[in-house]
């Protein structure tokens, strides 16, 4: 009896998440970034405003300068993030 339940559990057909189409290979599939560009600089800015966070006495003794510096870092993260956004969701319509 506990076979049978065993048996039922294996029937399950394993589904990809990511491409419909995926090479019958047992390879390791490297990840492909799409967009590296855009992923860079988004990066860029996030850590950059981190590590002036965290730096910031080192960095200068003025606090408004380091919170003005953080701001216009994120705000630049913003701005690239939100123009991409914008390219591809027009990209989407458009084609």
Known sequence: M???QTD???DTEDVSLFDAEE??????RK??????VASFFHLFFR????IVYLLCELLSSSFITCMVTIILLLS?????????LIVFI??????
């Open 2 to 4: 506990l076979q049978n």
């Open 47 to 50: 850590v950059s405003a981190i």
């Open 90 to 95: 027009l990209k989407l319509y458009l084609i």
């Open 8 to 10: 039922s559990n294996d």
């Open 23 to 28: 090479e019958t290979t047992n390879r390791p």
């Open 31 to 36: 990840a492909k970034i799409r967009h590296p």
């Open 76 to 84: 630049c993260d913003f701005w690239a993030v939100k123009v991409i």
